[in-house]
Every structure is written in C-alpha cells, then in structure tokens.
C-alpha cells in the first residue's frame, strides 16, 4: 500500500527567507516521488522528480528535494523565498508499474510575507 | 502554458444533468489521466488512457466515464450529476504509461452543479 503525508497544511515564511515543505511516504515498491505546484486558478505544474536515481534532486525555479529513505521523507527545499512562490504545493507518490497507485498529498499552501 | 488543453473553462450545470469534459494532451503524449480535485476530497485520480486504451481506473464513480479518441484527445462524461460534483476537473498528460513518467496538466474545467 501506498500513502503520502503532507506534515503541514500551511506554512509561512519571510521573503528571503529558507523554506522547508515536509512530505512523508509510505510504499510497497520503490517509489517514485514528485513535487507539483498549483498556482491560484492554474493547473499544476511539475517542480521535480524523483526516479531512483540522485537522492538530492534539483528543481525548477530553486527548488530542490532529498530522498531519505531511512527517513521515508522527501522534503522540498528553497534557499530564499520569492513572492511568486506564493502557491500551492503536492507531494505525490507512485509505483513504477501503473498510474492507479499515484497518491497526491493534502497539499501544502505556502504564504510568503514580504 | 503545459500543452494540455482543456474546454470548457466553466460549466454550470443543474442536477440530474450530463456533461462532458474535452481535454488534448500535449503533443507526443499517450497517456491521458482525470483528476477531480475539491476542498473536502482534495485531488483524486479517476482513470488513465493509454493509446486509446484505459489503463488504471482510481475513484471514479459509476455514473462517470470516459475514453480516448484514435487522435488521442480525451473525453470525461458525467451523468445524473449531484450537487457534490462541483469541482475541478483536471486533465493530465504523460508520453509514457507507467508511474514514473511527469505529467503536464491543464488549466481545468470548473464544474458547478446548482
């Protein structure tokens, strides 16, 4: 079986400033493991993958992500906040062999405060 | 812009009624996945298209279906609508069919049943 937690439903941080998105997964298989944000009124856009490869993946835009399977957490990161960050972000994991085990998170909206 | 279009933008629509959602994948794209997202079930994977062909099925209720057309855009039909259907619709695409492949997601099709 396969389960994604998102750990916090809202986070706000300082322009400028780090941010940390938590996501904690659960899985049967070896995972694959993504990252999508959602703008206001917009469909969802791909921030970064991961696929068994790197455990430190890179994003677009800043971000980036660590896989720690001690740890089954896959945390995105960004060094310094930008308003446009300003959105909603989904952890989402998958097994490799079909598109019915894709699990989205809860999400997690990021406020950024100028 | 992802690539994937969807139409229409908004339906508003009473009970009881039958819609249907259109969606084009990127080009070179296969694949074509449904998602409703709503505030109280968050995103929710419906069903996969693969080459005309479905693929997974996820939460999708009995009074929906869809398919994939030999030019592989892609139709949600829904039917006997309730009022708990009013959500967003989104559509999504990949060039491959299993779970580690990056989807490109449309705008969405707001839903509102009255």
């Known amino acids: 079986a396969q389960s994604v937690t998102q750990l916090d439903s809202h986070v706000s941080v300082s322009e400028g400033t780090p941010v940390l998105l938590r996501c904690n997964y659960s899985s049967s298989y070896s995972p694959s493991l993504f990252w999508y944000v959602q703008h206001p009124n917009k469909g969802l856009q791909l921030l970064l993958k991961y696929t068994s490869a790197a455990t430190l993946v890179k994003g677009i835009n800043g971000f980036e992500a660590e896989f720690k399977k001690s740890e089954t957490s896959f945390h995105l990161t960004k060094p310094s906040a930008h308003m446009s960050d300003a959105a909603e972000y989904f952890c989402v994991v998958s097994a490799d062999s079909s598109a019915s085990k894709i699990i989205f998170g809860s999400g997690t909206r990021l406020s950024i405060r100028p | 812009d992802s690539g994937v279009t969807q139409t229409p933008k908004h339906l508003i629509t009473a009970t009881g009624q039958r819609v249907t959602l259109r969606c084009s994948p990127r080009?070179?794209?296969?694949?074509v996945y449904w998602y409703q997202q709503s505030l109280d079930q968050g995103l929710q994977f419906l069903i996969q298209?693969?080459?005309?062909?479905?693929?997974a099925k996820g939460n999708i209720l009995e009074r929906f279906s869809a398919q994939q057309f030999p030019d592989l855009h892609s139709e949600l039909n829904l039917s006997s609508l309730e009022l708990g259907d009013s959500a967003l619709y989104f559509c999504a695409s990949s060039v491959g069919s299993g779970g580690t492949y990056e989807q490109y997601f449309g705008p969405g099709t707001r839903l509102t049943v009255t």
């Open positions: 298209y693969y080459n005309g062909e479905e693929r």
């Open positions: 080009s070179g794209d296969l694949s």
